[in-house]
């Protein structure tokens, strides 16, 4: 199997693909399709930028393009459930990009935004419904949505849902969509948890898999740094103006770090925006548009917020703090090195990360090479160029998971001097022919 013509997909769908330059499927592709348009239910292990959306996407589309039925009123044919806002937009983007020959219509709903319109456009029901488990359960609350049509129902990123507290959710939505049903459900990982939730959901599954739950991107050359916390951002000014960057995603492991970083790159003269949970759906959009454009060649985010990024030409993933879930580092770093591209991956490591550091290189079963600090750069003494902290606000280290106390400071912080845009141009596409794939992951409900 080379080329998506041999699935035997119906006409329109294949001419979108054409349209779009898509040729050759990729692995989960090659191994799940087949699968899903025989009708088998589906348990899918694959890391990002796989390909995983296409996976169920046209196996669905070539489903209801064969077999067209009137919408129900405040129902849907295929309930998708994602665990953010930023991947449920990326795959409705996606289905309506590989359907836009067909005579179907599809929603996406998720929270941060008002309800009503949402209410009102499932009024007459929708073919392909993506959501969030937290606003489907509203919806269906206040009387405005029925899974009693469901015919496919797909899962995806279902262990990124867990860690955000779906699981009851899930657990309901099942109780309430039809038995008779196909089921597709895609994990990253799959840990004895995800494993007993895919058994509720599935039936005798078919079962695939590219690659181990916990290997990282072939053609990224990872490289950690020793510095204190005190440097490290020091050590990423130089890095962002002195390294041919053509877009750099930073990672930090809350939100408040996240804006504290952009509000010290500004004092730098480098252009940087933030996104996380606590900026609204418009600041979210607007900053990966920029990102995505290149008009912002910089953007922080934490681990939830980076689910939904699917940016081409990511040249650099910076963990400016390692985190404290070997598989997020696995997650964080397939961020570049797409599309066949080639990637660089380097982490800032204080000493009290050391211990992130032992369990990531443990978890992905290689070490990670440990680089000097670049030329040139003269760390500062610990406190330097910092922005006041809130008292007893750790400077770095562990982070337990509680709340960060006071207000983010949002991603702005460009009125500082003229902040400079710095690095090559963008990348101008991908040409025809080229593998696809890669949905990405992200942001808040």
Avoid: W
């Avoid at 290189?361 to 330097?384: M, Y």
């Amino acid at each position: 199997m080379t080329n998506f013509t041999d699935f035997g997909l119906s006409a329109p769908i294949l001419k979108a693909l054409e349209g779009e330059g898509y040729v050759t499927p990729t692995p989960i592709q090659i191994q799940a399709i087949p699968l899903v348009l025989e009708g088998r239910d589906l348990q899918g292990i694959a890391q990002t930028g796989t390909g995983k959306t296409a996976a169920f996407a046209l196996p669905i589309l070539d489903h209801f393009s064969r077999e067209a039925k009137p919408t129900q009123r405040r129902g849907c044919r295929s309930l998708i459930l994602s665990p953010t806002r930023e991947l449920t937009s990326q795959i409705a983007d996606n289905i309506r990009t590989y359907g836009r020959f067909l005579r179907l219509s599809t929603l996406v709903v998720f929270g941060g935004v008002p309800i009503n319109r949402q209410i009102k456009a499932l009024e007459r029901g929708v073919d392909i419904l993506v959501a969030t488990p937290g606003r489907l359960l509203d919806l269906i609350d206040r009387r405005a949505l029925t899974l009693e049509h469901v015919e496919i129902l797909v899962l995806d990123e279902a262990d990124q849902m867990l860690d955000l507290g779906f699981i009851h959710a899930l657990r309901r939505v099942v109780k309430l969509v039809p038995k008779e049903r196909q089921t597709l459900f895609f994990s990253a990982t799959m840990p004895k948890t995800i494993a007993t939730l895919a058994d509720d959901f599935l039936t005798n599954p078919a079962k695939v898999a590219v690659k181990p739950s916990a290997t990282t991107a072939e053609r990224v050359n990872q490289q950690v740094m020793y510095v204190s916390t005190g440097q490290k951002q020091g050590l990423l000014a130089h890095v962002l103006n002195n390294e041919p960057i053509e877009r750099a995603l930073v990672f930090t492991r809350t939100k408040h770090g996240a804006d504290r970083v952009v509000k010290l790159l500004a004092r730098d003269n480098i252009v940087a925006a933030a996104i996380h949970g606590n900026k609204s759906q418009g600041q979210r959009e607007r900053a990966l548009a920029e990102f995505r454009t290149g008009a912002c060649r910089v953007l922080i985010a934490t681990d939830i917020a980076a689910r939904g990024i699917d940016v081409d030409g990511v040249s650099h993933v910076i963990n400016f703090e390692l985190p404290n879930v070997p598989e997020s580092y696995v997650h964080r770093i397939g961020r570049t090195a797409r599309a066949g591209a080639d990637g660089i991956a380097m982490s800032f490591c204080n000493g009290e990360e050391r211990a992130y550091l032992r369990d990531i290189q443990r978890t992905t079963r290689q070490d990670i090479p440990v680089v000097a600090l670049p030329k040139g750069f003269t760390p500062e003494p610990e406190n330097a160029g910092q922005l006041a902290k809130p008292a007893g606000k750790p400077g770095g280290g562990r982070n337990p998971g509680g709340r960060p106390g006071g207000r983010p400071q949002g991603a702005e912080g460009r009125n500082a001097g003229k902040p400079r845009r710095f690095g090559g141009q963008g990348r101008q596409g991908e040409g025809g022919g080229r593998r696809f794939g890669g949905e990405g992951r992200a942001g808040a409900r």
